[in-house]
T-cell receptor, first 112, second 114 residues
Framework: GDSVTQMEGPVTLSEEACLTI???????????LFWYVQYPGEGLQLLLK?????DKGSNKGFEATYRKETTSFHLEKGSVQVSDSAVYFC???????????FGSGTRLSIRP | DSGVTQTPKHLITATGQRVTLRCSPR?????VYWYQQSLDQGLQFLIQ???????AKGNILERFSAQQFPDLHSELNLSSLELGDSALYFC?????????????FGEGSRLTVL
């Protein structure tokens, strides 16, 4: 079945460091791919998305590129801030489905 | 504020009991999704309703059931509770049944089973 695998956390970085959180997926057809973020004590919220191969989603300095050849959707940011500390979830929606499948989440902590 | 309201925020109960979690979707959204977030299993899709009808089913136990009412609010019923049911239960909503992928999540209901 469809699934999402993302790098295990926690990830701890210093402020202004570069960030990459790896995400790979398994799905039939052409899924849509997403990154959601969960700040402490809150529900998940959509960070960015890409709906077809080679699309790049971006928001708040984060970006991710839909790579069909490697079935990946890695999240990147060039310079992280303390306020980026949160749990990040990679997710997909298969082309024929309505439900969204989430990865296990990666906790990111940024040190001042 | 996502516009999705979940109650109660916290709930502590004993094994064998039954609880009901409630969700009010964002105004105008017709789809409601339920997810279970536990430490060892991540975020698991349970069930989706669209305009009162069950639309998709995930890893929902037979002890659990859900429904969506005519006013579009939804309830998740958990019965014969076990220790392993302790988790954060999220409700999310979207406009359509085959959405663009943007789900709006509530803040969750934390269930503790003792």
């Amino acid at each position: 079945g469809d699934s999402v695998t993302q790098m295990e956390g926690p990830v701890t970085l210093s402020e202004e460091a570069c960030l990459t959180i790896n995400c790979t997926y398994t799905a039939t057809g052409y899924p849509s791919l997403f990154w959601y973020v969960q700040y402490p004590g809150e529900g998940l919220q959509l960070l960015l998305k890409a709906t077809k191969a080679d699309d790049k989603g971006s928001n708040k300095g984060f970006e991710a590129t839909y790579r069909k050849e490697t079935t990946s959707f890695h999240l990147e940011k060039g310079s992280v801030q303390v306020s980026d500390s949160a749990v990040y979830f990679c997710a997909l929606r298969a082309s024929s489905a309505s439900k969204i499948i989430f990865g296990s989440g990666t906790r990111l902590s940024i040190r001042p | 504020d996502s516009g999705v309201t979940q109650t109660p925020k916290h709930l502590i109960t004993a094994t064998g009991q039954r609880v009901t979690l409630r969700c009010s979707p964002r105004s105008g959204d017709l789809s409601v999704y339920w997810y279970q977030q536990s430490l060892d299993q991540g975020l698991q899709f349970l069930i989706q309703y669209y305009n009162g009808e069950e639309r998709a089913k995930g890893n929902i136990l037979e002890r659990f059931s859900a429904q969506q009412f005519p006013d579009l609010h939804s309830e998740l019923n958990l019965s014969s509770l076990e220790l392993g049911d302790s988790a954060l239960y999220f409700c999310a909503s979207s406009v359509g049944h085959q959405n663009t992928g943007e789900l709006f999540f509530g803040e969750g209901s934390r269930l503790t089973v003792l």
